[in-house]
């Protein structure tokens, strides 16, 4: 993928000065110019490309940059700042995916600061709330989601794991849902993972009895999935959230946030099984669909 958008960016780059480019088109700064004017600016774009399509192609089987839709890189961008990711990079991505998607068809994402990140986590009868101002098939992806720590997309992708399997290039614990009961189904994540997660027994029998009798293939944000239960996911079920929890509370803090909630309850019950905190956080960034226990601590402030 570097190759790749070494071959975009440089039919951008202009080692004229800012000053120069602006005096000759009158553009009040080198955004407006359509150039790059700065190597270290173009090495930082060129990293940025290179990470998007890395996720595009694990995500979407995109093979070019080019392919890149900006459907796709806003979603790129949206699990960019789920992550945790600071404002100044967030720009740096959408400024060097616009020289694929094109300049102003981008969304500007904005940051995550600490004080979200400190409230982003639901209560159980918060949660409760705002599924009661949703459809019932909405109401059902939301307590699936916080009881799973799922994400949106993942909710298209669920399947019984007697019909599917974990990705096997994972060293899965087998310590993952220590004190938890219930049935284990598989969704796939971000990078085309493909993880167990565990969905208590009474919510596994409505999910089942939401079984299509045919596969469907739906679109969520320009990518397609195969969904085998009738049930909300993605973007529509997220706005469908967002809008029950202002109704509901007068605020929201994103659906996102159900996996903050299930981040902070399994890291009690798993440290209340005897497991240090390390271990504990190693258990959770499985169970969350992560390999590196640090990442999941933007889920536990």
Not at 30 to 35: E, H, L, N
Not at 111 to 133: F, G, M, N, W
Not at 161 to 166: I, K, M, P
Not at 255 to 266: C, N, V
Request: a positive charge; proline letters at 2%.
């Amino acid at each position: 993928m570097e190759v790749q958008a070494l071959a975009v960016l440089k039919a951008f780059l202009s080692l004229t000065s800012r000053h120069a480019a602006k005096q000759t088109s009158g553009a009040k700064g080198s955004q407006t110019t359509g150039k790059i004017h700065s190597l270290a600016t173009f090495n930082k774009y060129v990293t940025a490309l290179k990470q998007a399509g890395e996720w595009a192609r694990e995500c979407a089987g995109l093979r070019h940059l080019k392919e890149i839709t900006p459907e796709l890189a806003q979603q790129y961008l949206s699990d960019r700042t789920a992550q945790g990711i600071g404002q100044k990079q967030l720009d740096a991505d959408r400024n060097a995916l616009e020289f694929i998607t094109g300049k102003g068809s981008l969304d500007r994402e904005t940051a995550l600061v600490k004080a979200d990140l400190h409230s982003r986590a639901y209560t159980p009868e918060q949660i409760r709330r705002i599924a009661a101002h949703q459809s019932d098939r909405n109401a059902l992806a939301t307590e699936l989601a916080w009881r799973a720590g799922l994400r949106a997309h993942e909710l298209l992708t669920l399947q019984h794991r007697n019909v599917a399997q974990a990705s096997a290039h994972r060293p899965w614990s087998r310590e993952r849902f220590l004190g938890r009961d219930g049935e284990r189904y598989i969704v796939t994540g971000k990078g085309g993972l493909r993880r167990e997660v565990l969905i208590p027994s009474r919510l596994a029998s409505r999910l089942e009895a939401c079984r299509l009798s045919e596969v469907r293939t739906v679109s969520d944000r320009g990518i397609r999935y195969r969904q085998h239960y009738s049930l909300g996911g993605g973007n529509a079920w997220s706005k469908s959230f967002s809008e029950a929890s202002s109704r509901a509370l007068g605020w929201s803090q994103g659906a996102h946030g159900l996996r903050h909630s299930y981040a902070q309850e399994r890291m009690r019950e798993l440290q209340g099984e005897g497991k240090p905190y390390t271990q504990a956080r190693e258990l959770l960034s499985q169970e969350l669909g992560h390999f590196r226990g640090e990442i999941v601590e933007v889920y536990l402030r």
